[in-house]
């Protein structure tokens, strides 16, 4: 799908991101009233409910939008606010619901492992039922992670930048389900029908990284698939610089597997024309020199545009991001015509009595 045609929403188009900032809210206070019961049993993704009982199959879909947590559900709405509108301008409320849905997916199918296993294994933390918001928060912030990396979240500090927001997400989930969530169900509760919250920390890893691979290899822009520039790789997205390496080794053991399955060509043309030397050799000074002086990233990092494949992907969400400014020009001039031919109408409806008054003397 080429992002330059679906454009910004219209006012008559329906949103996404307004729903979903509406909508969670509400369901956030349903969650925590006493008869939410029901509406746990609607939404919750319960195995003998989705897939024996009742074949509620929207379940899959449904349990990221429950949640009983006011962080988390902040959290999400700040993530929403920042990056989906984003998304959704460029991309239309579709991509954004088909982006949504593969972490969703992802999640559910795992859940739903994870909930078979417990009357094989018993255990009994893997029983779940809901993954609340974060799983979300953690994939909006991908987004807004590949399309603008070096943008400082924080005005009074540089040092946080959009690709590290995902890394800050995904490290308070796992906060939360090792410090803060509940402990886990015992079996009593289960069998007496109890719903309970999937661990945080398990569904924002699932999330993050299917939410990423989706970006980095399968979803297509233009005549591209996937991102295959340096700076969306996975290493990129956390810090410091040891877990940086720490990660980037994982990657280097996990991508010829990728590149079985027929993903990844554009990412390994990459790197055999730019080469991992220069890469590699840019995380050995960020170890080396973390606690002296401070490196720029970008003299590390190959230069913006130095492959085929880096320069289209640029040049195409530097066109995105003009069409869209163009548009929202375009919305804002169509609005003081407007308002300036209202004020006309009226005046003309003020003066038309006083000349009736004068042809009539």
């Given at each position: 799908?080429?992002?330059?045609?679906?454009?910004?929403?219209?006012?008559?188009?329906?949103?996404?991101?307004?729903?979903?900032?509406?909508?969670?809210?509400?369901?956030?206070?349903?969650?925590?009233?006493?008869?939410?019961?029901?509406?746990?049993?609607?939404?919750?993704?319960?195995?003998?409910?989705?897939?024996?009982?009742?074949?509620?199959?929207?379940?899959?879909?449904?349990?990221?939008?429950?949640?009983?947590?006011?962080?988390?559900?902040?959290?999400?709405?700040?993530?929403?606010?920042?990056?989906?509108?984003?998304?959704?301008?460029?991309?239309?409320?579709?991509?954004?619901?088909?982006?949504?849905?593969?972490?969703?997916?992802?999640?559910?199918?795992?859940?739903?492992?994870?909930?078979?296993?417990?009357?094989?294994?018993?255990?009994?933390?893997?029983?779940?039922?809901?993954?609340?918001?974060?799983?979300?928060?953690?994939?909006?912030?991908?987004?807004?992670?590949?399309?603008?990396?070096?943008?400082?979240?924080?005005?009074?500090?540089?040092?946080?930048?959009?690709?590290?927001?995902?890394?800050?997400?995904?490290?308070?989930?796992?906060?939360?389900?090792?410090?803060?969530?509940?402990?886990?169900?015992?079996?009593?509760?289960?069998?007496?029908?109890?719903?309970?919250?999937?661990?945080?920390?398990?569904?924002?890893?699932?999330?993050?990284?299917?939410?990423?691979?989706?970006?980095?290899?399968?979803?297509?822009?233009?005549?591209?698939?996937?991102?295959?520039?340096?700076?969306?790789?996975?290493?990129?997205?956390?810090?410091?610089?040891?877990?940086?390496?720490?990660?980037?080794?994982?990657?280097?053991?996990?991508?010829?597997?990728?590149?079985?399955?027929?993903?990844?060509?554009?990412?390994?043309?990459?790197?055999?024309?730019?080469?991992?030397?220069?890469?590699?050799?840019?995380?050995?000074?960020?170890?080396?020199?973390?606690?002296?002086?401070?490196?720029?990233?970008?003299?590390?990092?190959?230069?913006?545009?130095?492959?085929?494949?880096?320069?289209?992907?640029?040049?195409?969400?530097?066109?995105?991001?003009?069409?869209?400014?163009?548009?929202?020009?375009?919305a804002a001039a169509a609005t003081v015509s407007s308002t300036a031919t209202d004020g006309l109408e009226d005046f003309a409806l003020l003066s038309?009595?006083?000349?009736?008054?004068?042809?009539?003397?």
């Amino acid at each position: 799908m080429n992002l330059l045609t679906e454009g910004t929403p219209t006012a008559t188009q329906f949103s996404v991101v307004k729903a979903l900032l509406v909508s969670l809210p509400i369901i956030f206070v349903c969650c925590l009233i006493g008869s939410s019961q029901p509406l746990m049993y609607t939404f919750a993704l319960i195995p003998s409910h989705t897939l024996l009982v009742h074949n509620y199959i929207w379940n899959i879909a449904t349990h990221v939008f429950l949640e009983t947590e006011p962080i988390s559900l902040a959290v999400t709405l700040s993530a929403l606010s920042w990056a989906g509108g984003m998304e959704e301008a460029i991309g239309g409320p579709s991509q954004l619901c088909i982006f949504l849905a593969v972490p969703t997916v992802a999640m559910s199918l795992c859940m739903i492992i994870g909930g078979a296993l417990v009357a094989r294994v018993g255990l009994l933390w893997l029983y779940m039922a809901y993954s609340g918001g974060l799983p979300l928060a953690v994939s909006l912030a991908l987004l807004k992670a590949q399309l603008s990396p070096s943008e400082v979240v924080l005005p009074w500090t540089n040092a946080l930048r959009a690709r590290y927001v995902p890394m800050l997400i995904w490290c308070y989930a796992v906060f939360d389900d090792l410090f803060v969530a509940d402990a886990s169900p015992t079996l009593a509760q289960i069998e007496a029908g109890g719903v309970f919250k999937a661990g945080p920390g398990l569904t924002t890893s699932i999330a993050f990284l299917s939410a990423w691979f989706y970006l980095r290899f399968v979803r297509r822009s233009g005549t591209t698939r996937g991102d295959p520039s340096a700076s969306f790789a996975l290493h990129r997205l956390f810090a410091p610089a040891p877990l940086r390496l720490l990660v980037a080794a994982m990657g280097r053991i996990c991508f010829p597997f990728v590149r079985l399955f027929g993903l990844g060509a554009e990412v390994a043309t990459m790197k055999a024309e730019v080469g991992t030397e220069n890469d590699n050799a840019a995380d050995r000074l960020l170890v080396v020199s973390s606690a002296e002086a401070p490196i720029s990233e970008a003299s590390l990092c190959p230069l913006p545009g130095s492959t085929q494949a880096e320069a289209e992907r640029r040049r195409e969400l530097a066109l995105i991001a003009m069409k869209s400014r163009m548009q929202r020009a375009e919305a804002a001039a169509a609005t003081v015509s407007s308002t300036a031919t209202d004020g006309l109408e009226d005046f003309a409806l003020l003066s038309a009595p006083d000349a009736t008054a004068d042809k009539t003397a």
